[in-house]
């Protein structure tokens, strides 16, 4: 096979360099061919040969020894170079060949037929080549015998490639091919700038949904759909070449200098649509990310990677394109590092535990209740409070795991005080997709029961209003956690989504205002009138109201004055451990501010 450097056209001799890579279970194959072939023109040895623009390469060979060899040297620079089938009787005869080192010395060259291997577009792959020690005539039947071995050759060739690195869906080269093609542009020891975007555009979720009740036939008219659209809409030239990376997924591996950027993909694939057949078509959403290299100095995995990562960095920030950024790269890779810490410790039970913050009763001064917020000793970072780690949770699995520990840990401290003076009830964070879950109030009530516990002591505080309001599963989650008697508190009110109206769905008792409501309540006149007119409406549609970050007497002041009921922040007390906890509440019953068994406000429905 040989490599045409000279022709500038890099992604050319990419797709003919991928041959020249070792394969064993395809050169395996060859080398029967190789046994064939000679046993066939009862020539004693025959090989296939590979060249570059400085080397030949004997790829497999039977009875022939010689490896890699100067181009120079090689006979077949003459198949290969345009000539066609060759056949050369007697080398000592031949004034090109009489003098050739492998002719002279070493394998003793004296005959040689070669024929080219060329594809069904007309390109030359390599050479067909049978070799003796000796002279002998080469009949033209034994000619076209070589040639039509050759073609089984290169119809063995085609099909190994069309099954390793080609999409069966699409056509287009497979990501496999795409490692070989960078792989084989390292190896070639290229320096040009290139460039590698990847494009993600299809809805797969939403595709395999409608093809729930239509098949996977429509899945795959959409996929065959979007192959034939890019082509079209990109025209990436012969400086680049297209392929499917995954389902849905495709990538261009072009010249850095190329206007096809992320940027310009992502415009020019804008507001467009696929057919899926049966009459239907789906609008594409396109997210691309993009990273430049130079081949010879990364792997082709982490071309590949950095690709991806800027990819799902435009997905994530629900932006159209996105380049590789080595911070953004490092940061996401430390994320994913604190992932996989959190899964461990959940695992084993280390380095996670409960804090619990007072919530006041603003009439009395007396503890009503508390809220169990999670902390992580991370062995290397230290202290890590929720917001550094809850959201990287989220979007997986984890987020349940961590409900589950939270739940199961303040559990256990309520079951500790069953008995004692004072039993205050605890409130627990939970996502949406936690009470949203089928049976999730069966299970919580139950661990109540074993626990010989009302439910009373157990709140539930949830946020992410909008989620919850467009989410009939989210509701019914709430309706069924309040039927078992479950206090359910909406936390940080006041902040993103806070429609009144939509609350009315909700079946909640508490409201918690967010600090930042609450802020300026001591020095600006217009955070007074805001705040009093929210609590003033939120105690006529009977919600009891707490609020968050009270930090000073003015603040709590100003609440008691504009109808507030409870308060919980630092100017009580900041987030306790459990020792320190069960200190301040025997501080607090040794001074008489404690209700003994104090019990939560429930609404009355």
């Known amino acids: 096979m040989y490599i045409n450097d000279s022709s500038g056209d890099g992604c050319q001799r990419l797709a003919l360099q991928v041959l020249r890579d070792p394969d064993e279970s395809r050169d395996d194959v060859l080398r029967k061919f190789t046994s064939l072939v000679s046993k066939t023109l009862g020539i004693p040895s025959s090989f296939i040969s590979v060249m570059d623009d400085d080397h030949q390469y004997i790829k497999v060979a039977h009875n022939f020894l010689v490896g890699k060899t100067a181009r120079v040297d090689s006979m077949c620079q003459y198949v290969v170079d345009g000539e066609g089938a060759m056949v050369v009787h007697d080398t000592w005869q031949d004034p090109r060949f009489a003098n050739n080192p492998f002719v002279v010395g070493e394998p003793f060259v004296r005959f040689y037929a070669g024929v080219p291997l060329t ?11 049978v070799v003796d020690r000796q002279s002998h005539p080469f009949s033209p039947d034994q000619v076209n015998t070589l040639k039509l071995l050759a073609e089984l050759v290169m119809s063995f060739l085609e099909a190994w490639h069309a099954v390793g690195y080609t999409d069966p869906v699409t056509g287009l080269p497979n990501r496999q091919r795409l490692i070989r093609d960078l792989q084989s542009l390292a190896s070639s020891g290229d320096n040009t700038p290139r460039r590698l975007v990847l494009i993600d555009c299809i809805d797969m979720p939403r595709a395999y949904e409608l093809a729930r009740s239509l098949g996977m036939a429509p899945v795959e008219g959409l996929l065959k759909d979007v192959a034939t659209l890019l082509p079209l809409r990109l025209r990436p030239g012969n400086d680049a070449l297209l392929y499917t990376i995954a389902t849905g997924r495709f990538a261009v591996l072009t010249k850095q200098d190329s206007r096809l950027s992320a940027t310009w993909v992502a415009a020019r694939l804008e507001g467009i649509s696929a057919d899926m057949g049966e009459g239907l078509s789906v609008d594409l959403t396109t997210h691309t990310g993009e990273t430049d290299f130079i081949p010879s100095r990364l792997s082709a995995h982490e071309i590949l990677r950095r690709a991806v990562s800027a990819l799902h960095e435009a997905i994530c920030r629900g932006v159209p394109a996105m380049s590789f950024s080595l911070a953004s790269d490092e940061r996401r890779t430390e994320d994913f590092t604190l992932v996989n810490d959190l899964a461990s410790a959940l695992k084993h039970d280390r380095e996670l535990y409960l804090v619990y913050q007072p919530k006041i009763c603003l009439q009395s001064g007396e503890p009503l209740g508390l809220e169990a917020l999670i902390r992580w000793a991370h062995p290397i970072r230290g202290e890590l409070a929720p917001a550094e780690f809850i959201p990287l949770a989220e979007p997986t699995t984890l987020i349940e795991e961590l409900t589950v520990w939270v739940v199961t840990h303040a559990i256990d401290r309520l079951k500790r005080l069953k008995h004692s003076a004072i039993q205050l009830p605890i409130t627990v964070n939970v996502s949406v997709r936690d009470f949203s879950k089928k049976g999730f ?41 309040k039927l078992r008697g479950f206090g359910i508190s909406l936390d940080d009110f006041g902040t993103g989504y806070s429609n009144i109206s939509y609350l009315r769905r909700m079946p909640l008792d508490v409201i918690k205002l967010d600090r930042s409501i609450i802020n300026g309540l001591s020095t600006d006149t217009a955070s007074r009138i805001i705040t009093k007119s929210i609590i003033s409406m939120l105690k006529e549609l009977d919600y009891m109201v707490l609020a968050e970050g009270v930090e000073n007497e003015e603040t709590l002041e100003a609440l008691k004055e504009f109808g507030c009921d409870q308060a919980q922040g630092y100017f009580y007390s900041h987030p306790l451990r459990e020792e320190e906890l069960d200190d301040w509440l025997a501080w607090k019953l040794r001074n008489c501010v404690v209700t003994p068994k104090s019990v939560p406000y429930r609404r009355k429905f």
Not at 448 to 466: F, H, K, Q, V, Y
Request: with cysteine; aromatic share 2%; net charge negative.
């Open 441 to 481: 109030a069966d299970w919580l009530e139950k661990l109540m029961i074993d626990a010989r516990l009302p439910t009373s002591l157990l709140g539930i505080e949830c946020l992410e209003t909008e989620r919850i309001i467009e989410s009939p599963a989210a509701i019914d989650g709430l309706e069924m956690l």
């Open 119 to 129: 594809n069904r577009e007309g390109m030359v792959l390599g050479s067909l080549c």
